[in-house]
């Protein structure tokens, strides 16, 4: 059962989170509100936190553009353009990554950034994103690595790449590289190990689908792989950032022929229907999403998943936001539903933290 009443909301968040919805159920709210007047700055700048700005300025632009003060939605505007002049900057530098990978035989799968703008929003300007994600197959990473370093790309950790940190490279998932002010997310993985997740990559290249960037065609997750990972994103990260909520909502609007089935039996295989439905629910609640009535059934036989969300919500604006290292693994434990899942995860937290521990422990003695 659902919880017996909503989290309260200041008028400021209420306004962003009408902005995320794809139905018009809370326009009339959100007129009453805006004809009484909110805190512009406070809804900015909390705007520009949760990365949903683009949506922000468009909801208000076409929708209530007679109840927003003119210099606040110029100020919208010119924000709204900046971000889409970087996306465009970096959505150019995305491809001429590819083509450089491509160039030397690495075959490459952008994902996030400007590619899940397309798929969400169908225009890489409705999406705020500051770095590029792309993937590789294991076996191309020492490769891959040259190409980048000889190209002038700088790794933020140089030590990530060396003989004493390999055993860091088998448990991770990406390498961090810098090229000017731009940076770039080298993945070979797309959940870490910590996270006790039997993603098949393999199959995850085979579903991949094409998608238009700049006139170009490149490839990156299918729509229904595209659901699980958004869901288990934002678990990992408590769905702190309305973005990250937004983007679900959105890829599901954008894709009414969404293989539901598919999408639950692939979910449940890796152990995460109870994270999946919990993104689902959160985005029907937030965002106004149908999902059918299969997942609509899902979500009243799950009422550990019903209050684990109702956390969510209530925490929703939280700041400052929580790293994902100091999130409580108890919160994690309680979302998945697998109980050798959650023994695997204990085992791998703790010699995670060990090993961050004597990874300190030895950069102070070499600085002694």
Known sequence: MEPS?????????????????????KDQRVAEILTSGVDWGNVRETAIRHGILPLLYKRLKGEMADLVPVDELSTLRTLFMAN???????????????????????????????????????????????????????????????ILTDQGYILTDPGQMSIMRIFKIIQGKNLHFTFHDDILELHWKIIERLFVVPLDMDQLWDR?????????????????????????HGLKHAWQNLEWLADLIYTVSNHPDLQWHDIVVRAETMGLKRILLMGLFLAQKQGGISCGLEIENLFTSDTTMITLASKIQLNVFQFPMVEISFINPSFYLKSRERFNDKLTYIFYFITYNVLVFLRRTLRQITRI
């Open 84 to 146: 889409a002049i970087r996306n465009i900057r970096l959505a150019q530098n995305l491809l001429k990554v590819l083509d450089l990978l491509a160039g030397s035989g690495v075959e490459a799968m952008p994902f996030k950034g400007p590619v899940l703008a397309v798929q969400a929003y169908g225009d890489f300007s409705m999406r705020s994103f500051c770095d590029l994600d792309v993937l590789i197959h294991p076996n191309d990473l020492s490769r891959a690595y040259r």
């Open 5 to 25: 009443q909503d989290p309260q909301y200041t008028p400021e968040q209420e306004v962003l989170l009408w902005a995320i919805r794809v139905d018009p159920t």
């Open 208 to 232: 991949s689908l094409p998608v238009s960037l700049n006139d170009r065609m490149v490839k990156t997750l299918s729509p229904e792989d595209l659901v699980i990972v958004l869901c288990f």
